[in-house]
């Protein structure tokens, strides 16, 4: 399997300089930025991905193209949020299914590989969310990045990642995980749960026992705030 497959590259070779950029920078973002803006990757994605279904159901049936696209892109957007769930759940099921078959060619039964994946997905939803916007920033960066080299260097991008398919893998394996990290690191840590309000204002020892427990509060959302990246990677686990 090539991660960066050279019939995408020669497919891409008539995009201008401009376009390339824009893809390379929209990748770079979503690598970073995965988790923290995962909503409107989300609505984004499913919102441009049943526009170009249902401009495509269009052209096939000969009707109203650009109806069709415009009104199936508005629904898909307003859902988009509550298909969140069933996205993870086919995306992880679909991982699973290909990882299996990259490693075992001959695995049989693969339904069951593809409802464990999608289980997994679900569960582990920061987690997935995180590690699928990682891997396709990468690509679309990756991918855009090495037409622009192309494009100033004049070399034959096809034939060149043809020849380094397992370095390229490697490297795209690698920065797929530290896009983790980053997005781990840069995801705020969830703050602790305010304290009641008490009624009144506190008077005496009871109001110096109030205000202690204030400052215990602060304390702990301040440490909270400052938790090492490691801590926040272990919290990935939780259910998002």
């Known amino acids: ?63 109203q193209v650009m109806a069709i696209g415009i009104l199936l892109a508005v629904a898909a957007g307003m859902m988009a949020l509550e298909l969140a769930k069933v996205v993870a759940f086919v995306a992880g099921g679909i991982g699973a299914w290909l990882a299996v078959q ?12 593809f409802l ?20 396709i920033g990468t690509l679309l960066s990756w991918h855009a990045g090495i037409l622009l080299l192309e494009q ?3 070399f034959d991008a096809v034939a ?17 995980v530290l896009g983790i990290l980053v997005q781990t690191a840069a995801t705020p840590a969830d703050a602790p749960a305010p304290p009641a309000a008490h ?26 705030k400052s938790s090492p990246w490691w801590k926040r990677l272990l919290s990935l686990a939780k259910p998002g």
């Open 116 to 135: 464990s994946g999608g289980l997994l997905g679900l569960l582990l939803y920061r987690l997935w969310t995180m590690l699928l916007t990682s891997l």
């Open 1 to 63: 399997m090539q991660l960066l497959a050279p019939d995408i590259l020669a497919e891409a070779r008539g995009l201008t300089g401009a376009m390339l950029g824009t893809v390379c920078v929209v990748g770079i973002a979503l690598w970073l930025f995965g988790w923290r803006w995962h909503r409107f990757w989300v609505v984004a994605g499913i919102t441009l991905g049943a526009g170009l279904i249902g401009l495509n159901a269009g052209r096939t049936n000969g009707g």
């Open 199 to 224: 009624g009144g204002k506190p008077h005496g020892r009871k109001g110096h026992k109030d205000d202690t427990h204030g400052h215990d509060e602060h304390d702990h959302h301040e440490e909270a």
């Open 160 to 176: 060149w990642a043809a020849n380094h398919m397992v370095a390229l893998n490697g490297g795209v394996v690698g920065v797929v």
């Open 102 to 113: 990259w490693v075992l060619p001959q695995a049989q039964e693969l339904w069951a590989v």
């Open 152 to 154: 100033l260097l004049k």
